[in-house]
Nanobody, 115 residues
Framework: QVQLVESGGGLVQAGGSLRLSCAAS????????MDWYRQAPGKQRELVAL???????NYADSVKGRFTISRDNAKNTVYLQMNSLKPEDTAVYFC?????????WGQGTQVTVSS
């Protein structure tokens, strides 16, 4: 069973930055991709960013140019650097590991951006 533990969420003012971390209990290199999702109250969970085992990254249009996903294979950790945060970025952020066809999920970390 894969365990993913997110950290780094919190309360920040608009325009500020946060870095989320996701520590995996297994080698992240073994997964097809590592993803960050978010879910705001009353909304569906949406994909924010992903990084494949080959290092390819992809971002939701709403965060392009502001968020950066990266990974440290030695630490089995994936990061999401979030800059220029906006109130609409407020959500619970989830880390996910994809090993086709299964997604493994973390418990989520709350990010709140005040205006």
């Amino acid at each position: 069973q894969v365990q993913l533990v997110e950290s780094g969420g919190g309360l920040v003012q608009a325009g500020g930055s946060l870095r989320l971390s996701c520590a995996a209990s297994a080698s992240i290199f073994s997964f097809n991709a590592m993803d960050w999702y978010r879910q705001a109250p009353g909304k569906q969970r949406e994909l924010v960013a992903l990084i494949t085992s080959g290092g390819t990254t992809n971002y939701a249009d709403s965060v392009k140019g502001r968020f950066t996903i990266s990974r440290d294979n030695a630490k089995n950790t994936v990061y999401l650097q979030m800059n220029s945060l906006k109130p609409e970025d407020t959500a619970v952020y989830f880390c996910a590991a994809l090993k086709v066809p299964t997604h493994y999920w973390g418990q989520g970390t709350q990010v709140t951006v005040s205006s």
